[in-house]
């Protein structure tokens, strides 16, 4: 395995994520799959798959995470941030879980010297909350929200 290129994809066991993982296997990569300790792993079930149990909720648990990744010598060459919620009923929950979490793992990364050669993130319109299911109007500039 030395040698390959490292990734890191958050958010692995969804939909989306897990479709990443695959992507990243078949281009020969090491798939580190970044998921929360109560994660199903249904759809993570290839061979060659790295768990990394994360806790975005906490900046400092993250920052022991990767210095001890670090110690290791295991660096990221990529991230990918897919982790984030698209259904919530109070738009504080988009914004603890879309804003504050993505910005746990960008200062960690910082603060251990994990700073990737690329950092990918992944979003919605769900960033901007709850929709109006009745009416689907969509979003246009100068909403406030």
């Not at 395995?1 to 990569?29: C, E, P, Q, W």
């Not at 199903?40 to 909720?57: H, K, Q, T, V, W």
Request: net charge neutral.
């Amino acid at each position: 395995m030395a040698g390959r290129k490292k990734i890191l994809i958050t958010g692995a066991s969804g939909f989306i994520g897990s479709h990443l993982v695959d992507s990243a296997l078949n281009h020969g990569y090491e798939v580190f799959a970044g998921i929360r300790q109560s994660s199903s792993r249904e759809f993570l079930a290839r061979e060659g798959i790295r768990f990394l149990e994360m806790d975005l909720s906490s900046e400092k648990k993250l920052n022991e995470l990767f210095k001890n990744y670090n110690e290791k010598n295991v660096r990221f060459d990529v991230v990918i941030h897919n982790a984030g919620t698209t259904v919530e009923q109070r738009k504080g929950d988009f914004d603890l879980v879309n804003f504050h979490y993505t910005r746990n793992l960008v200062r960690s990364l910082e603060n251990s010297d994990s700073v990737p050669g690329r950092f990918i993130v992944i979003s919605s319109l769900a960033v901007y909350g709850p929709g109006d299911s009745l009416s689907f109007k969509p979003i246009i500039p100068g909403d406030v929200f």
